[in-house]
Nanobody, 116 residues
Framework: EAQLVESGGDLVQPGGSLRLSCVAS????????MSWVRQAPGKGLEWVST????????YYADSVKGRFTISRDNAKNTLYLQLNSLKTEDTAIYYC?????????WGQGTQVTVSS
């Protein structure tokens, strides 16, 4: 069964940093576009970032551009999201998903809380 498992979420102070990881299994990770999507408390899903299969092209929502960096290691079947200069409004559950704008595999999510 195809699976995505996120980790790395934590409680962090404003201005802090985190690195999220997402390990893929049982599907062709290295030929898949991958994305991060988040859901803040009481809000809908928000697309955060997408990376192409080779890792050479990346896309970001305006709200995170310049602060977050998406990357991947195809040899390890792992997707990453580096979160810098975190703000309280970045508090959310972060999901990794297979796909660029339509997603057919989702992880269970990892909680990021930004609070002083």
């Amino acid at each position: 069964e195809a699976q995505l498992v996120e980790s790395g979420g934590d409680l962090v102070q404003p201005g802090g940093s985190l690195r999220l990881s997402c390990v893929a299994s049982a599907f062709a990770f290295s030929t898949s576009y991958m994305s991060w999507v988040r859901q803040a408390p009481g809000k809908g899903l928000e697309w955060v970032s997408t990376i192409d299969s080779g890792g050479s092209t990346t896309y970001y929502a305006d709200s995170v551009k310049g602060r977050f960096t998406i990357s991947r290691d195809n040899a390890k079947n792992t997707l990453y999201l580096q979160l810098n200069s975190l703000k309280t409004e970045d508090t959310a559950i972060y999901y990794c998903a297979r796909g660029g704008y339509e997603y057919n595999i989702w992880g269970q999510g990892t909680q990021v809380t930004v609070s002083s």
